[in-house]
């Protein structure tokens, strides 16, 4: 009755939403994409004309449960123009090509109404928190917690989405054409879009990837960051002077993570780095002219002239020295700002601080550049070099851990990369050295964590630290954060013990000194779902934070934790700022830090309103758990409920993913094995090299991305059915609905799952009931599927999914209609093949096409999805 009762008031409110959207996004769409049917290409008309009878087929298909073989064939049939194959596979093509322009155009409308139908100022802004603060008499708790609060946004290099910056420069015109109802620009737009390749023909560098989310920092970050930290001045501080604090940080993984990416080496590492520094002078330097427009006071002229020619040299003049760091050109700012204070009236005075913020935020180095790679390539690498090299006087890969650990006290060094034989070890030494290079260039942050990915024990911290030391640091002078990544379940429940033994050892507690007590942990959703499922893993990384929150506190150590999240609710994604918003005192909340990659930076960061609103939904999220908590913590029945339900699902999970027909089922019936054939990444799909599939060397992103390409989606729900049904059954259902009204951890948790549901279709692929190998396995998915449908409705007590999220409901309800063609073609290609291959002598150009096929459809079907992968 209480969720009846809220879901009344609200109705009429998520209407007036509704129709707001329709009218500045689906209308819109209905129009503009009848502009295709115009364009001046061959084939285009009557692509436009054959792509709704398609979808109509599909539909009606689906209804009538027909496969998608079934489908398509029927579809050929009735069409007396596609009468070969060749024609077929033609038109099948051409409807790929089509689809894919009609997702670009829809996301384009979508970023053109953004602040329509998003409220800048709303819940979770910078304004509402200030206002929400002053109302509470928190405004000086706020501004407390402000002087040293941050949010850090690290984008990665993982393969999901990466447009040419062509393509995203015709998106950004598209969305401002849009926003005016420019009918002659957008026409032209569509016809430049028509004749732009959407991806390229080889796969990307390492730089490459770079250069694309560089197209980020530079296009939309830059100016986003400024006018949050403007509204921060206004609506926080109003009269008072900023605290020494940038607030927001930016990350950056694309060359330098290379953990299972053979590509990445320091040079490229060092290569991105300046072009991280020369990007960030160059966003300095147009900001300077357009001040020197405005600043055209005697005296104060002078001193930007100055600086615009220092500006120019540093990023411009790659065969002079850079002389210019950020002390200096904050010093020469200040001057300025004091110049036209005192003697020009404070005329214009706002812009040159705008630049001041921008330039304490950004440095020189725009965004930290982190450096990973797994544990045990580190520890081959120092078996490598204590065999190799007189730095130890003892056999190291025949002690015991305990006497590895001891040993690292005693190495010697340097070690020169050069008396090293394999290429692994010369780079990781190097890699060492790039950071100490590239911090003489951009400064400390320009480079100052390194990540240990698959991190399971103190000795794989040691060993990294000891690596400093033999590149020839010396340990006192290590300005490098040191940061372990746990994400297996075992290793999550191990990490309390792991770092209270780093935080006991005396040489790592001489590191943390000079850290100033702070250590920073990071948490892997992606692969501890992989490993777990989605209940246990987001409930085991909430209790692996409370109980390394406890052990950090009781060693005096500051923790931050950074979450590696991706985009779907399978790799803790979905509504991220509300598991913030939601955390509980027992959790340290220093600052907030995540990853966000391929389609989520796009969605979510692709414009500076977008960019802004979840900035600020972030910043305000953690802000809000610092000073509005929301209770003390899990009681002890909510925290024994919610570790019924993890267990439960835990079981479920791994019985799954043991089934005999798991492997075999992703290898004959998903798209798996083709995302290693896309171009929109350098990194290899698995991490071994060998021919056979080995669930532990499946990459997260094309295993989540395969599950999502079949539109079953396991990883978002997969056991949370059982383990609802088993506590429904013992009477605990009345339970879940009561926490599910009363916490906002697992409201979240519950509403990501329902988008997980959301985004399922199971009619594409209950084909495969019939299939003598696999049907019994589809049947098992089918059946989680419904369990988990119907209670997830009972706990949330409503009839529909989402029903407290229309405008994202319908979001995804449009998106899912664009592509269902798109996901038919692909089942339907992938039918055609298994059908060739069953043949005595299969046409093995035949095969190849419709792989190509298999592959081009990859694309759309991701960035529809905006968060699949």
């Known amino acids: 009755m209480r969720a009846l009762k809220a879901n009344l008031i609200s109705a009429m409110k998520d209407k007036s939403q509704l129709v707001q959207y329709r009218n500045s996004v689906l209308n819109k769409y209905q129009i503009y994409n009848s502009l295709f049917l115009n364009l001046p290409f061959d084939a285009v008309y009557k692509t436009g004309v054959l792509l709704p009878l398609l979808t109509h087929a599909c539909v009606q298909g689906y209804q009538e449960q027909q496969s998608p073989y079934a489908i398509i064939s029927g579809f050929f049939a009735k069409q007396e123009s596609l009468d070969t194959e060749e024609k077929q596979i033609s038109a099948l093509f051409k409807f790929i090509q089509y689809i894919e322009r009609q997702i670009v155009l829809f996301d384009s409308i979508e970023e053109a109404g953004y602040e329509i139908n998003h409220d800048l100022n709303g819940k979770g802004s910078v304004p509402y928190l200030a206002n929400q603060a002053e109302h509470l008499n928190q405004t000086a708790a706020l501004r ?175 065969h002079e020295k850079n002389q210019l760091s950020q002390k200096r050109l904050l010093e020469a700012l200040t001057e300025i700002h004091q110049e036209v204070k005192n003697k020009h009236h404070s005329l214009f005075i706002d812009l040159v601080q705008d630049l001041i913020n921008q330039v304490k935020c950004f440095g020189l180095y725009f965004a930290t550049l982190d450096i990973r790679q797994d544990s045990r390539v580190h520890h081959q690498v120092m078996i490598e070099m204590a065999t190799e090299t007189a730095m130890l006087d003892v056999h190291y890969a025949d002690l015991t851990a305990a006497q590895q650990m001891a040993a690292l006290n005693h190495i010697k060094g340097p070690v020169e990369a050069s008396d090293l034989s394999s290429t692994l070890a010369q780079d990781t030494l190097n890699s060492v050295l790039a ?180 900035l600020e939904q972030l910043l305000s999220a953690g802000l809000s758990s610092a000073i509005f908590p929301q209770g003390k913590g899990w009681d002890d029945d909510s925290k024994q409920l919610l570790g019924r339900l993890s267990e439960l699902s835990l079981e479920k999970y791994s019985g799954f993913k043991q089934h005999p027909k ?82 906002g ?68 309800r449009v998106r899912e209609s664009i592509v269902l063609p798109l996901l038919t073609i692909q089942q339907y290609c992938l039918q055609k093949m298994g059908q060739l291959a069953r043949q005595e002598q299969p046409d093995k150009a035949l095969m190849a096409t419709y792989e190509k096929l298999v592959t081009r459809s990859l694309y759309g079907n991701i960035n529809a999805a905006r968060n699949a992968v």
């Open 745 to 812: 951890y697992f409201k979240a948790l519950i509403d990501n799952s329902m988008m997980s549901i959301c985004k399922s279709f199971m009619p594409l692929t209950a084909y495969l009931q019939q299939d003598p190998e696999f049907g019994g396995f589809w049947d098992n998915i089918n059946d989680e599927f419904k369990l988990a449908n119907k209670h997830l409705k009972s706990i949330a007590e409503v009839d529909t999914l989402l029903l407290d999220q229309p405008l994202r409901k319908e979001s995804i």
């Open 144 to 318: 407390q917690v402000l002087q040293s609060y941050r949010v850090r946004v690290v984008l990665t290099a993982h393969p999901t989405q990466f447009y040419p910056g062509p393509v995203l420069g015709i998106m950004t015109d598209l969305s401002e054409a849009i926003k005016t109802n420019d009918l002659v620009m957008i026409e032209q737009l569509l016809q430049q879009l028509g004749k732009t390749p959407l991806f390229s023909k080889s796969k990307p560098t390492p730089f490459d990837e770079a250069v694309s989310l560089i197209w980020y920092l530079e296009n939309v970050f830059y100016n986003t960051v400024k006018h949050t930290l403007r509204r921060i001045q206004s609506q926080v501080f109003a009269d008072q002077a900023m605290p020494d604090n940038t607030f927001i940080e930016l990350g950056f993984w694309p060359g330098g993570d290379r953990d299972g990416n053979p590509f990445v080496d320091s040079a490229t590492t060092i290569k991105v780095a300046d072009r991280l520094h020369r990007s960030i002078l160059k966003c300095y330097y147009r900001d300077v002219r357009a001040l020197k427009k405005r600043l055209t006071f005697e005296g104060v002229d002078e001193m930007i002239e100055r600086l615009e020619q220092q500006l120019y040299q540093a990023a411009y003049m790659t």
């Open 435 to 614: 950071i100490e290079k590239i911090q003489k260039t951009n400064g400390e942050f320009g480079a100052n964590r390194y990540i240990i990915s698959n991190c399971q024990s103190a000795l794989n911290v040691m060993e990294v630290l000891a690596f400093f030391q033999l590149a020839g640091w010396s340990a006192p002078t290590v300005t490098v954060d040191i940061v372990p990544l746990f994400e297996t379940i075992d290793d999550l429940m191990a990490a309390p013990e792991i770092m209270a033994s780093l935080y006991q050892n005396p040489k790592y507690q001489q590191h943390l000194s000079l850290r100033k007590q702070q250590q920073t942990i990071m948490l892997g959703f992606s692969d501890g779902t992989k490993d777990g499922g989605y209940l246990a893993a987001n409930w085991s990384i909430l209790t692996a934070k409370e109980k390394l929150t406890a052990v950090s506190r009781k060693h005096g150590v500051a923790v931050v934790f950074f979450d590696g999240r991706g985009g779907p609710p399978a790799r803790g994604g979905g509504e991220t700022h509300k598991f913030y918003a939601s955390q509980s005192p027992d959790i340290a909340n220093h600052a907030t830090q995540l990853t966000v990659q391929g389609q989520t930076i796009s969605s979510n960061f692709g414009n500076t309103q977008s960019a802004q609103y979840n």
């Open 662 to 743: 798991f492997i075999p089922y992703l290898e004959k019936i998903s798209t798996l094995k083709y995302y290693g054939m896309t171009n929109i990444g350098s990194r290899p799909s698995k991490r071994s090299a060998g021919k056979g599939l080995v669930f532990e060397d499946l990459r997260a992103i094309p295993f989540v991305g395969a599950w999502s390409q079949l539109k079953q989606n396991v990883l978002g729900y997969y056991g949370v059915g059982t383990a609802c049904e088993t506590l429904s059954q013992d009477g605990l259902q009345q339970p879940l609905q009561t926490l599910y009204q009363q916490s």
